[in-house]
């Protein structure tokens, strides 16, 4: 009988949501249209010619307006080389965000850890990064850059980890404070050195909030367009963003259709790692962002 009326309180409770809900479902729903719909005008303008992409941008194609893969193959076969900018993007992604993460969370353990007035002065540093304009900068970085020969993208990581230590510290060390001191304890009263117990027990730990910087961290870097341009030598090395831009000629000459297949073959891989990866996002920006 008890477990009946359990059953029937939970019940009424469903029924009597209050209305502000349904509003509240109804106007996100509508949002998330405005926010989605730009990207599906991209995708089916990726097929239209440029006539009318400039005469008729949301109009769905149809046999008149249609070049099939045309803008496909004039954007990856083009001579400023697509293909060889797609490479450079993706190798500067994955060496960035694989050197923020290692140095950042290992960096974040030890400030966390080894209380001193150095840490709390190079934590407050990295925190302090986050907050100064890259317009302040931009230009010593890049006299700094080529001095340094950091202008490839083998070595750009390296400036991609001063800029992106900041988020990721903050979210890291966050989250190793609300971390249990007695399990490392544990840890090394078995015979593990800090760095196996970080490495075998506080990264495995650290998962949701390791996946939730490193989307942040490849969706920055994937489309940043202002650092390469600055710091890369153009003429060897382009990004993906470099070489759409390079689609708008002189004189006003827009090649739309090649810069729509260009934007949809850049936004896919951002858009599955997101889909596939997102149930770890809030769940790490809110463990790396509240303590206890």
């Known amino acids: ?15 009597k949501r209050p209305v502000s809900d349904y509003i509240y479902t109804i106007v996100f729903a509508i949002i998330s249209i405005f926010w989605v719909y730009p990207l599906v005008m991209v995708l089916y303008n990726s097929f239209k010619s440029k006539k009318f992409i400039a005469l008729e941008p949301f109009a769905l194609p149809n046999a008149e307006s249609t070049v099939q893969w045309q803008n496909y193959d004039q954007a990856v076969n083009t001579k400023m080389d697509f293909m060889s900018a797609l ?11 694989a050197l923020i993460l290692l140095c950042t969370s290992m ?24 907050i100064v304009p890259f317009q302040m900068i931009m230009f010593p970085l890049s006299k700094v850059t080529d001095t340094l020969q950091l202008n490839t993208p083998g070595r750009i990581p390296l400036v991609y980890l001063g800029f992106g230590a900041g988020t990721a510290m903050f979210m890291f060390s966050n989250f190793l404070k609300s971390l249990p001191l007695e399990i490392e304890e544990a840890a090394m009263i078995d015979g593990c050195g800090p760095i196996k117990t970080f490495f075998s027990i506080v990264l495995p730990i650290m998962k949701p909030t390791v996946i939730s910087v490193g ?28 070489v759409i831009q390079y689609f708008q000629g002189s004189y006003g000459r827009v090649e739309w259709g090649a810069i729509m297949a260009s934007m949809v073959i850049t936004i896919t891989p951002i858009v599955i790692l997101y889909l596939f990866l997102q149930k770890y996002i809030i769940k790490g ?6 303590k206890g």
């Open 1 to 15: 009988m008890e477990s009946t009326k359990k059953m029937k309180t939970a019940d009424e409770i469903k029924v």
């Open 87 to 97: 490479w450079n993007s993706v190798v500067i992604t994955v060496l960035s965000v």
């Open 107 to 130: 960096c974040a353990y030890f400030v966390v850890r080894v209380k001193t007035w150095y840490t709390t002065v190079f934590y407050y540093l990295c925190l302090f990064s986050m």
């Open 215 to 242: 989307i942040l961290e490849t969706m920055w870097i994937w489309n940043d367009y202002l650092l390469p341009y600055l710091v890369l030598k153009i003429r060897m090395f382009m990004t993906v963003p470099i």
């Open 285 to 290: 920006v809110i463990s790396g962002a509240v």
